[in-house]
């Protein structure tokens, strides 16, 4: 698991190591980390230009001891001193070690520029001469390399208020920062590299977690020599209708790709007949009235895409939610429980999976707002509805109350698309069948799924449908190998 943590979080571990340590020697760790980094990225350092931009605070004290580094091994390192205050030993250092002190203009020559200007004390968007000098540095042809967060990126948050550094690559110091994971902010980060200096031990419960492919591997059910169809989960289907029949065609797609041991799917005329044509292996109850009582016993419901929002749906979905097993609801079935919250007062488990302007319906917030604050809004609708929720978007979120919030990366912008939503809503339907739970089945399935479309699009444009074809080889390629 990849965990990070809040500045604060961060800040107060520091403190506690710290006071066990002679002083300065967390910087020393940061620099060498930073500097063995810079190197890499060099390859030759001797006769190199490298600049460091420095802010006024401990974030510049890095980026000057590392300077002070690279200038003993023979780069021509400048410091461009961006703050009303500069980290003084770093700076004595570092112009004895042969470092000199340059102007702006310097950006422009370098090979490699080194961004120290705020770390995790950065407040707001960033002042003068900070945000013209990280919009330089975007625009210079060097390798950017982000002191611990690029900065211009709220280290807790993920968000960008104005301008803010691009990096290549980012070092970030002691264990990964809410930020560098959550978008607008992990799309600034390059690869992220983790320099340790000795934080561990003095770390909290992180703020936010993302699934490895290790643990992708471990949680994901896998069929033993004493599965049937029944035991690996049979998914229920409630989506579709006679004005959106392809919404069931790919939910039912995606869960059957995903491993569900069978799905069972119920709908009016139309939709009915598309999913007979696409998936024979479903098995199918055509509804003329909204009941389920002749659909057969499930594991797990998925509810609402492109089931529509009027009284026939609104019965239907009272149906399904009043059953005992866990239900994931997506799409119109999220517009049926903003309408009437009731519907969300059940036993068994409920994931709900909404976008942003889904989301905004059933909380009252603007999707700006959520847009701007996803892991706050996402947070708030956990707590404030009782349920697990999947908010999805360039990093899809995944929220339970008292558990860390899951951040998933996988995706790509090509998934942006109509009807991949009913694909994911099938794959982790079919997960929450198979007995993950909600927290689980969301994030494994947000991680398969942004998977899948990246196999699907392959740098191209991609179809809904293609996701759910490449579902199965994102398994394979989680498990690193074909499983007979
Ligand atoms: N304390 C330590 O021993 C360690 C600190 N580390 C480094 O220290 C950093 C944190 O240092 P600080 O707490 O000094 O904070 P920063 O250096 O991140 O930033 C604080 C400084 O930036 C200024 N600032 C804040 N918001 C600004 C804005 N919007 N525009 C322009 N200037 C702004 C403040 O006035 C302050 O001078 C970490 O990110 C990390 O790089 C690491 O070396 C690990 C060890
Ligand atoms: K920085």
Redesign the pocket.
């Known amino acids: 698991m990849k965990t990070a943590y809040t500045a604060d979080q961060i ?1 107060h571990a ?1 403190r506690t190591l ?1 006071a066990r340590l002679p002083e300065g020697t ?2 020393q ?3 060498h980390g930073l500097a063995a980094a810079c190197a890499d990225l060099l390859g030759r350092v001797y006769g190199r230009r490298v600049v460091l931009l420095v ?8 980026a000057l001891y590392a300077g002070e580094r690279l200038a003993r091994r023979g780069a021509r390192v400048e410091a461009v001193l961006a ?1 009303s ?1 500069t980290h003084e030993a770093g700076l004595r250092a570092f112009l004895d070690a042969g470092g000199r002190v340059a102007e702006q203009a310097a950006v422009g020559e370098a090979d490699l520029i080194v961004d ?12 003068e001469p ?1 945000a013209r000098l990280a919009e330089e540095a975007n625009t210079a042809h060097g390798t950017v390399v982000a ?3 690029p900065s211009g990126v709220d ?1 807790s948050t993920g968000q960008v208020a104005g301008a803010a550094v691009r990096a290549r690559v980012t070092v970030t ?2 264990a990964y920062k809410t930020g560098l994971l959550v978008d607008p902010g992990a799309a600034h980060t390059g690869t992220v590299e983790l320099v340790d ?1 000795g934080l561990g031990p003095f770390l909290p419960d992180p703020d936010v977690a993302a699934l490895t492919r290790a643990d992708v591997e471990d949680l994901l059910p896998r069929p033993g020599n004493e599965s049937d169809k029944y035991r690996r989960g049979v998914l229920g289907v409630a989506a579709g209708s006679d004005l959106y029949t392809g919404a069931a065609v790919l939910a039912v797609g995606g869960a059957l790709r995903a491993g569900a041991g069978l799905v069972r799917y119920a709908g009016t005329h139309e939709p009915v007949q598309q999913v007979r044509a696409h998936w024979p292996e479903a098995v199918i109850t055509p509804l003329d009235r909204p009941s389920i009582e002749h659909v057969g016993r499930v594991q797990a419901w998925l509810l609402g895409p492109g089931l529509g929002t009027g009284d026939w749906a609104h019965e239907l979905a009272a149906r399904v939610l009043a059953s005992d097993v866990p239900v994931l609801i997506d799409a119109d079935g999220l517009t049926l429980v903003a309408r009437d919250r009731s519907l969300l007062r059940r036993r068994a488990p409920v994931l709900i999976t909404p976008h942003a302007g889904e989301l905004s319906r059933l909380i009252g917030v603007s999707r700006d707002d959520i847009e701007a604050a996803r892991l706050e809004h996402v947070r708030r609708a956990a707590a404030e509805l009782g349920v697990t929720v999947l908010l999805k978007g360039s990093t899809t979120v995944v929220a339970e109350e008292a558990r860390p919030v899951r951040v998933n990366g996988t995706g790509t912008s090509w998934l942006a698309t109509g009807g991949t939503g009913d694909v994911l809503s099938g794959v982790a339907g079919a997960l929450l069948a198979q007995g993950l739970g909600c927290y689980d089945a969301a994030s494994v399935g947000a991680y398969l799924h942004g998977l899948a479309g990246r196999l699907a699009a392959r740098g191209a444009p991609l179809t809904s449908a293609g996701v759910a074809t490449a579902v199965p080889e994102a398994i394979r390629s989680v498990h690193g190998e074909p499983r007979p």
């Open positions: 800040r520091e710290m967390l910087m760790r940061a620099a802010g006024s605070g401990d974030n510049g004290g890095d703050g205050k120290g200007l705020v770390g995790i004390g950065v407040s707001g968007a960033l002042r900070y002191v611990d967060v280290a110091m002691g200096i």
